[in-house]
């Protein structure tokens, strides 16, 4: 199923939806651990899950083994994230094959951060220099067969702060063919909101899907934002640094912060939450809990891909 139509069915019906964002771990048994978790927060519903390309050999070969695990096994609509660092067209083709193959139909087509022993990101020979070059390639190679994704940046990317000249960029990567935006983690949802006002000032109108990081520790919270250089409402300081010591507290408040964050972005409109997961299952499912979410016997869990039940999953 393409995400177009999940979001469009969220809109249409009203009903809120999610899905969860996981990387490739580092080692064999992280995976296992992690397919385990996987099969696990199944059962929380999310309507896709979104798999990170790590730039790389094997990191990236079991981004599309990661695809085909979720995809065939454990009954899961997989995005698959592409990359263009370290990349020439054919490794670029090879993982469009394995992601054909695996049944997957979504990519979140992207450029890449730059290689960790490098400070500024270079294309490769042969390769692919922005993420809009990558969206007109799959069109071109695949036609339909697979729904485009790209990024957005409510507060500035790493080598860009110009706002107007990212809102440009957007909409260069849309006019190529991309049908929906997943945005870099925010906290800070007045700002969001004025920004999805400007995207839509600038003529795109392609659905935009926030992305939500949960709080699990208050150290793994402030690193993330201060790497995102997002910003962090005062209040939001105010409430977590009295208790940092205290794990189970932070997420208790940061929970409430996280699903009061959410509530304001539905009531704006917006239907589908994106959540990254950071491979971990309880401050996701604390805010899912929070906003009343979790299937339960009167809302019963309903996005099975049809052949999970018949493998012996279910
Ligand atoms: P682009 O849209 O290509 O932009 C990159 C830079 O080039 C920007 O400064 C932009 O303004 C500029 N630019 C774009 N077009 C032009 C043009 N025509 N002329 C001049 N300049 C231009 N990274 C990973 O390595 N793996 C992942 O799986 C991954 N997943 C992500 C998921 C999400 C939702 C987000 C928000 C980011 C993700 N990233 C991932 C990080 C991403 O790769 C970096 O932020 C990267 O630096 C920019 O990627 P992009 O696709 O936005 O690039």
Redesign the pocket.
């Known amino acids: 199923m393409h995400i177009k139509d999940v979001l469009a069915e969220a809109e249409r019906t009203g009903e809120p939806s999610f899905s969860f964002e996981y990387f490739p771990p580092k080692t064999a048994q992280g995976v296992q651990n992690l397919y385990d978790r996987m099969e696990r927060m199944y059962n929380f519903g999310p309507k896709f899950i979104d798999i ?4 790389g050999g094997r990191v990236a070969e079991l981004t599309c083994e990661m695809v085909v695990q979720a995809q065939t096994y454990l009954g899961l609509e997989a995005c698959m ?1 592409l ?1 263009c ?1 370290d990349m020439g067209e054919e490794r670029v083709n090879d993982a469009l094959r394995k992601a054909y193959k695996a049944g997957c139909t979504n990519i ?1 087509a ?4 730059p290689p960790r022993d490098k400070e500024k ?1 270079e294309a490769t020979e042969g390769g692919f220099r ?3 070059d990558l969206v007109a390639h799959i069109r071109k190679t695949y036609g339909n067969h697979f729904d485009i994704g ?2 957005g ?1 409510p507060e500035g ?4 702060q110009d706002e107007d ?2 809102l440009d ?1 957007l909409k ?2 849309v006019d190529m063919g991309a049908s929906f935006i ?3 983690m925010f906290y800070d949802v007045d700002n969001f909101l004025r920004w999805v006002g400007r995207v839509r000032e600038r003529g795109i109108t392609v659905p935009i899907v926030p ?1 939500i990081m949960p709080i699990a520790t208050y150290a793994s919270f402030l690193r993330r934002a201060n790497h995102m250089k997002c910003k962090i409402p005062d209040d939001w300081l105010a409430k977590l640094e009295p208790v940092k010591n205290d794990d189970v507290a932070v997420r208790d408040i940061g929970k409430t912060l996280v699903a009061d964050m959410c509530r304001k972005i539905l009531a704006a409109g917006i239907r589908h939450l994106h959540f990254y997961t950071m491979n971990l299952a309880q401050a996701t499912r604390m805010v899912l809990e929070e906003l009343d979410w979790l299937p339960s016997p009167d809302r019963p869990l309903k996005q099975a891909l049809p052949w999970k039940q018949s493998l012996g999953f279910g």
């Open positions: 990170t390309w790590g730039a994230h990359t660092t979140l992207l450029r890449g951060d990101w922005y993420a809009r790209v990024a940046y990317c790493d080598d860009n000249l990212l960029h260069e990567k997943v945005t870099q992305g």
